[in-house]
């Protein structure tokens, strides 16, 4: 199922923003062509912006808003200081030894919960990017 439009009502304010400019945590609406050279448009929250080329990401079609939220009190919520959005404050990534290593350690509990969300991404395919204020449920585990 492809909770994307699920997602989308959640959007609040968003601003245009350079793939250089991504920081872990952001959620993030884009435009990414895959493999096939197809165009599509998607919504993910940012691992680690540029591991070897990559944008490691969980991508928000693959769960719903309420395992989102679900997450978002699990780590926290943070504020993108640039943008005044709100963002996941995912915990410092040592990529060294597995691009996987958040989802597969730090998730390993919940991991059925969210149906595969861990994608890389080549920065060269993503474009029209746009850091998203995403309005969760509980502002009340914001970090500041």
Do not use: W
């Amino acid at each position: 199922m492809n909770y994307l439009s699920e997602h989308r009502t959640k959007q609040g304010r968003k601003y245009q923003i350079s793939k250089a400019g991504l920081q872990k945590g952001m959620v993030v609406s884009c435009r990414y062509t895959n493999k096939k050279g197809q165009s599509e448009n998607k919504m993910i929250v940012i691992l680690n912006p540029g591991y070897k080329g990559k944008i490691h990401a969980l991508s928000l079609s693959r769960f719903s808003s309420k395992k989102f939220n679900k997450l978002a009190e699990m780590v926290g919520i943070r504020v993108i200081p640039k943008y005044e959005t709100r963002g996941l404050e995912i915990p410092k990534l040592a990529m060294d030894q597995s691009s996987n290593r958040f989802y597969s350690a730090y998730l390993k509990d919940v991991k059925s919960e969210y149906n595969d969300a861990y994608r890389t991404y080549f920065a060269n395919k993503l474009s029209t990017a746009f850091v998203v204020d995403y309005n969760f449920d509980k502002k009340d585990t914001l970090l500041l």
